[in-house]
C-alpha cells in the first residue's frame, strides 16, 4: 500500500511523534500515514516494511534529534529520502525536536522548529504543508522577539537582561523560575524602578511531578521595547548560588512561553 505521509523517527521521541501521527490519520485516514507503530505488524520484515512505506510518499518528516542522529536505521531512512527529493519525488521536511545540528546535507532545507515554536504549533505546520495550504516554509525558523541573557558577577548576584529584538511587548510581565528559596535570595528592578509582582512558591510544575518556585515582576507603567529592556538583579542572602532555572513571559491570560536565552556571560 503507498502511503502519502511517511514519519521518520527514533523510538524515544514517540512522545512527540505520536501527537503528529494521531493529528495527521485524523485528517487524512490512517492508511496515508506510514508510522511504525501501526505500519508494521508482528511478524513483518521491518527493513522490507521501511522500504515498501518510502516508495512512494509525498511527504518524509523526518524527526531531527540526538536519538534520531544517532540511529543508523533513521539515517537511512531520510538518505534514502534525500535522494528521492533530488529526483522530485518526494518532499523531504526535517522537524527539529531538541537542540540537535541539522546534518550538513540538510542545512540548506527548510525545516520546522518544534524545539523553538513547541508542540501545537509544530503539528499546525505540518498539517497546513501536507493540505497543500502553505505556499513558503518560514525562513526564518523559531523567531522570538526576546531573548534574555545571564550576568554573573563576582559577589554572586546575577543580573538578568531581558531583551526585545524588532517589537514593543506590551505587557512585560515576566516570570523567573529558580530553586532558590524565598529566603536565599533578593530582587529589585536595575535602578530601583518600582515594579509588581513577589515569590511565588512551588509555583513552577516540572512534568516529572517536582517544582521550582517562581519571582514574578512587572514594571510599573511602560512597555518592553528594542530600546528599554527589563533589567533584574538577583543577590544571594546566604552561601547558596543564585540558581535561575528559566524565564517566561505572559503572550495571554493564562499562556506563559519560554523566552529563550542568549550567551550567559560572567564579569
Do not use: C
Not at 167 to 194: R, S
Amino acid at each position: 500500500m503507498a502511503h502519502r505521509i511517511f514519519l521518520s523517527h527514533n523510538h524515544n521521541d514517540k512522545p512527540l511523534v505520536e501527537a503528529v501521527a494521531l493529528r495527521l490519520a485524523a485528517i487524512f485516514g490512517q492508511d496515508q500515514v506510514f508510522y511504525d507503530s501501526w505500519s508494521i505488524r508482528p511478524g513483518d520484515g521491518i527493513i522490507d516494511r521501511m522500504n515498501k512505506g518510502l516508495e512512494s510518499p509525498e511527504f518524509v518528516f523526518f524527526f531531527v534529534s540526538a536519538n534520531s542522529l544517532a540511529s543508523g536505521m533513521v539515517k537511512l531512512e531520510w538518505q534514502n529520502a534525500l535522494y528521492g527529493a533530488s529526483k522530485g519525488k518526494i518532499q523531504i521536511v526535517p522537524v527539529r525536536v531538541d537542540g540537535s545540528e541539522m546534518p550538513p546535507v540538510l542545512k540548506q532545507t527548510l525545516y520546522i522548529d518544534m524545539h523553538t515554536i513547541g508542540l501545537e504549533a509544530a503539528i499546525s505546520q505540518i498539517v497546513s504543508l501536507t493540505q497543500g495550504h502553505a505556499s513558503f516554509t518560514p525562513q526564518h525558523q523559531g523567531f522570538s522577539n526576546l531573548t534574555f541573557v545571564q550576568t554573573t558577577y563576582s559577589d554572586g548576584s546575577i543580573e538578568v537582561t531581558v531583551q526585545a529584538s524588532h517589537l514593543i511587548e506590551p505587557n512585560p510581565n515576566f516570570a523567573f523560575v529558580t530553586q532558590n528559596a524565598e529566603a536565599e535570595i533578593g530582587w529589585e528592578m536595575k535602578n530601583k524602578q518600582p515594579f509588581i509582582g513577589g515569590f511565588n512558591k512551588d509555583a513552577f510544575k516540572f512534568i516529572n511531578g517536582g517544582t521550582a518556585h517562581v519571582v514574578s515582576m512587572r514594571p510599573v507603567g511602560g512597555a518592553l521595547t528594542p530600546s528599554y529592556p527589563l533589567r533584574v538583579t538577583f543577590t544571594k542572602k546566604g552561601s547558596k548560588p543564585i540558581d535561575i532555572l528559566a524565564v517566561f513571559h505572559q503572550k495571554g491570560e493564562t499562556e506563559w512561553v519560554p523566552v529563550p536565552m542568549a550567551q550567559p556571560q560572567w564579569i
